[in-house]
């Protein structure tokens, strides 16, 4: 989110990789086929301490299309992924944060 003029603005870069619907690079979060990404406990960890904290997202079980139970730090709307350069990008929080009560 990107203040400007007092104006708020949602920000996004092009991500390598963000178009290509391939499941195995979800590393956590649903992918197109509803499937979860179950990532590493580093990752979990990393994603807990990095953003969910912050934010006050408390840890919820949610369930997949095969019936299995995972524990999701984050939204389910949220998504971690690996771009095609290798790197690991987090989308969708946009979706997560509370509206501004004083935008129209």
Request: charged fraction near 25%; proline fraction near 7%; charge should be positive.
């Amino acid at each position: 989110v990107v203040d400007y003029g007092g104006v708020r603005f949602l920000a996004e870069s092009l991500i390598p990789g963000a178009l290509d619907a391939r499941p195995e690079s979800v590393v956590y979060g649903l992918s197109g086929k509803r499937e979860f990404g179950v990532p590493s406990a580093e990752t979990k960890k990393l994603l807990w301490k990095k953003v969910g904290r912050h934010m006050a997202y408390q840890p919820h079980d949610i369930v997949d299309k095969d019936g299995q139970q995972h524990r999701v730090l984050l939204p389910c709307e949220s998504k971690l992924f690996r771009g095609t350069d290798g790197r690991q990008y987090l989308t969708g929080l946009q979706k997560a944060t509370p509206r501004d009560l004083n935008s129209p």
